[in-house]
């Protein structure tokens, strides 16, 4: 299955990148052995700066398994699957 999070330089090619025309539901990230609750960086909230010109790390426990990647369950799952350029 094709992978949601590419390269800018493909994403520009593509009319219709499979995150803004395919249907996806966000799953929690399933606890490990190691991890009871396991998280990732927000790839949406990482796109952004803080005043400082530093990059936001913010940590969800919430994904999208056809793209793969974390996303905040608001606003940031539905921008991702909305915008063409975040």
Do not use: W
């Amino acid at each position: 299955m094709e992978k949601c999070q590419e390269k800018k330089s493909v994403l520009a090619l593509q009319p219709n990148p499979m995150r803004l025309t395919e249907r996806h539901f966000l799953e929690v990230i399933a606890p490990s052995e190691k991890k009871l609750r396991p998280a990732r960086k927000c790839y949406a909230c990482s796109l952004k700066k803080n005043d400082k010109g530093k990059r936001i790390r913010k940590e969800t426990r919430y994904f999208c398994p056809d793209c793969d990647v974390g996303l905040c369950l608001t606003p940031c799952f539905k921008l991702y699957h909305t915008k063409l350029d975040l």
